[in-house]
């Protein structure tokens, strides 16, 4: 699928849990502990998460761009991660250092690394599998595993998550492209596919507009009846 129909599948699934959250009249959810996730600020983070998977795109212009966007947008959470880290373990004295720097390092490692792979990567192969997905989630689970809650943090978690929406929702669209995802690379190689859409055709719109009927109903089905 291309650009477009991602960010609108990404919008539109960033949006369920909001409707869920207006059906029960409360900003945000509980998750364990003390940890909430505000649906609302996840909207816009669904939008470019459901870009993400395509950062492997060829040297297109469009591509490019993607890349450059989601190059910065990486580098900046890595960097902001230690800054974050940093502040926890000298201001909020509550948590030990140990508990928040070495993962805060680990995961900047993890988005260098990413970054110099980039230009080796082909396309729909490891951003596009299951592996990408628990690297991309595991942000949510340190912030909840290792991180006190506090309003940061619960901002944070919130907009990350809504993330992790948007590129989970960009893995279920290209699904219905003739293409197919590779769901369990590296462990099996296989492209999964449930329909035989063709990028940028025809069927393309006429997916589009499936999509915004289904999430209206769903959304409507939420209001109704949760
Ligand atoms: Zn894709």
Redesign the pocket.
């Known amino acids: 699928?291309n650009g477009y129909t991602?960010m609108i599948v990404g919008g539109l699934s960033g949006a369920v849990p909001v409707a869920i959250s207006l059906a029960e009249k409360k900003f945000g959810f509980s998750l364990g502990s003390e940890h909430v996730y505000y649906p609302a600020l996840g909207i816009l983070p669904a939008v470019a998460g459901s870009l993400g998977?395509?950062i492997d795109l060829p040297n297109s212009k469009g591509g490019r761009a993607v890349r450059l966007f989601l190059k910065s947008a990486i580098t900046l959470f890595g960097a902001l991660s230690l800054i974050f880290a940093v502040y926890l373990c000298f201001i909020d004295k509550l948590i030990r250092p140990v508990n928040v720097l070495f993962p805060a390092l680990a995961i900047f490692i993890l988005v260098c690394l990413v970054r110099l792979l980039l230009p080796i990567a082909r396309h729909?192969k490891g951003t596009?599998s299951g592996l990408a997905l628990l690297i991309i989630l595991s942000p949510v689970l340190y912030i909840i595993g290792y991180m006190s809650a506090n309003l940061l943090t619960n901002i944070l978690l919130s907009i990350w998550f809504g993330f992790c929406i948007g590129w989970i929702s960009?893995l279920a669209a290209?699904t219905f492209n003739r293409k197919g995802v590779p769901w369990l690379y590296p462990l099996d190689g296989k492209f999964y596919r449930i329909a035989n859409i063709v990028t940028g055709g025809k069927r393309e719109r006429a997916f589009r507009k499936v999509c915004v009927v289904v999430f209206s109903v769903v959304y409507l089905a939420i209001l109704i009846y949760v």
Do not use: E, I
Request: glycine share 0%; charged share 40%; net charge negative.
């Open positions: 699928m991602h998977p395509d729909r596009h960009h290209d």
